[in-house]
């Protein structure tokens, strides 16, 4: 059972990574978030199948490595994922209230799961990503405060710092 559970959550890494990777390559940008990428490829379907393999893979991983009573936050979290890749086209009603809980659920569910059973990680992964936006913000010397903030791309940093918080807290415990 420990081969399938290690494989299964080692697939659901790939898959996020290698999509997301493969996207700015194709795109030879850093998207304003992973949801973004939806609409920068040839193939859109890529993105749902994506995020419905990486949420899908991941549920025996995060089923043993739960602690006692923190099954809710991170089943919450996958639910959240699986509504992301639903609904991907966030630009467009009824689509885009579906998209926003998803991905909403999914970025507060998993941080809260990562919390309750791995505190270091939260209290390592969100201060690095806080400071490292206010230092590229910092670094870039035109334009309005809003505009540079956005050149940084912070929100698909964060969903980064989220995908990396939650997969060290699974993969040493599978």
Not at 3 to 29: G, H, P, Q
Not at 107 to 117: D, K, P, R, T
């Amino acid at each position: 059972m420990h081969i399938i559970v290690l494989t299964s959550t080692t697939l659901s890494l790939l898959l996020i990574v290698f999509y997301t990777i493969r996207v700015c390559l194709e795109i030879r940008d850093i998207p304003d978030s992973i949801s973004a990428t939806f609409f920068k490829i040839k193939h859109p379907a890529w993105f749902s199948l994506t995020m419905w393999g990486t949420a899908g893979f991941l549920i025996p991983g995060i089923l043993t490595a739960s602690a006692p009573d923190t099954y809710y936050w991170i089943l919450s979290a996958s639910l959240g994922t699986f509504l992301v890749g639903l609904a991907p086209n966030f630009t467009k009603e009824p689509q885009e209230s579906v998209h926003i809980v998803g991905a909403t659920t999914s970025l507060i569910a998993s941080q809260v799961w990562v919390g309750l059973n791995n505190l270091p990680v939260v209290l390592s992964v969100w201060p690095v990503y806080i400071v490292a936006i206010v230092i590229a913000v910092a670094a870039r010397k035109t334009g309005s405060f809003k505009m540079r903030v956005l050149q940084v791309h912070p929100l698909f940093w964060g969903e980064v710092s989220s995908l990396v918080a939650t997969y060290i807290t699974i993969l040493p415990r599978v």
